[in-house]
């Protein structure tokens, strides 16, 4: 009798293994079907279907790369699968709930509305970008370092628990805040196109690249970043810049704000610069590294009369076009300091000098003594009793054209651009 039942159950576990076995994933989109059957890692038996045991076995990586997939139910059944890569499909839902051996699951560039990634514990990578997500919850990704979630329709997102997190890229969103004081191993940070008014980045002394451009920061304190290679805070609201602290920057993006001055001699690894269209009257950029930069656009700052470089007359030579683009008011000088001198008028002749900026000659609307004196506070010429003043044979740059009366005293001064 014993016998019989141990064969019953024998022969019942044996057909259950069969069956299971010959159970058969349900995968109705057929393209998705295809790769599979053609992935021999997956298809080991060679057969037309995926069983079951074929599936819950592989440990690898499917890779589906716009293919075109609208559906990838069956995938489910992958519960070792450890690496999937959706992107550029048409899916407009994805279920991952049973893959809770994911590593890294790059679904971008697809119509996502939802995604649901609380099981996937392991997760190290997500990339969810160019999806229609509104909602995205990553409070159980505890492991997570590479997290990118740009252009989506979140409004909030919070990180606190991804306190491992390395790279996070959640730009062209709708965001309104982040908080990402929690995230101190962080080195890539790029929030770009949102709405968020501050930022906070004192604890994030590891970052490397921070952009925040198109956002509505008013103010911006990096001295704590002192590994900060790359900044991009294009479009805001700032009104001023300090960079003094971040000597291993290199890119310096901080065009369409409000910054009046700009001081970047420290910045001894600096190759570009663009601070366009801002209210500029100075900027020092004779960082000692002037004969390596490639990028230099000053342009749409009408008040900035003088550029501090390291060699103005290298800097004449070789920034001309292409990359290099300034106000036809602005010059490049090795001391604009002079330029800020106060210097002491006595009357106000209020004599009219003109034509300036000018290529050559500056004349006076009446007769008078002329001091003409260079960016470097060196006096260049003088001449009594005239009208005028020849500029055609002097090299590109500030200069100070002083007005006297017959006793010596300084009656007017003008500062002149020669182009």
Known sequence: MKNKILLSVLVTLITFAVKAQEEVVNIPNSIFKTYLLGNTGINTNGDT????????????????????????TGIEAFTSLT????RSNNLTSLNVSNNTALTLLDCGYNDLTSLEVSNNTALTELQCSQNDLSFLD????????????????????????NIALIELNCSYNQLISLDVSTNKALKF???????????????????????IAFNQ????????????????????????????????LQKLACGNNQITSIDVSGNSAL?????????????????????????????????LECI????????????????????????????????????????????????????????????????????????IAEKRNTNSFDFSHQPSNIYFIILTD???????VNKIVKQ
Do not use: M
């Open 271 to 303: 190759f570009y610069l663009a601070c366009f269209n801002n209210q500029l009257t100075s900027l020092n950029i004779a960082n000692g590294n002037n004969n390596n930069f490639t990028t230099l656009n000053t342009t749409g700052n009408s008040e």
């Open 138 to 161: 990553v409070s159980n990704n505890t492991v997570l370092t590479k997290l990118n979630a740009q252009s989506n329709n979140l409004t909030s997102l919070d990180v606190s628990n």
């Open 189 to 211: 940070l790029n929030f770009r196109n949102n709405q968020i008014s501050y930022l906070n980045v004192d604890t994030n002394t590891a970052l490397t690249s921070l952009s």
């Open 308 to 379: 501090q470089v390291d060699d103005e007359d290298y800097s004449n030579a070789n920034w001309t076009g292409g990359t290099f683009t300034k106000d036809a008011s602005s010059t490049f000088s090795e001391s604009c300091d002079f330029l800020n001198i106060d210097f002491p008028v006595y009357t106000q002749s209020k004599l009219i000098v003109y034509p300036n900026p000018t290529n050559g000659i500056v004349h006076f609307s009446e007769n008078t003594n002329v001091k003409v004196i260079n960016a470097l506070g060196q006096i």
């Open 49 to 72: 279907e995926i069983q079951t045991i074929e599936a819950t076995a592989f440990t690898g990586t499917i890779d589906v790369t716009n293919l075109g997939i609208s559906d990838l």
């Open 406 to 412: 017959n006793l010596g005293k300084t009656s007017q």
């Open 83 to 86: 690496e999937l890569k959706a």
């Open 217 to 248: 920061i008013s103010s911006l304190d990096i001295s704590q970043n002192l590994s900060l290679n790359y900044l991009s805070c294009n479009n805001n609201q700032l009104t001023s810049v300090d960079v003094s602290n971040n000597i291993a």
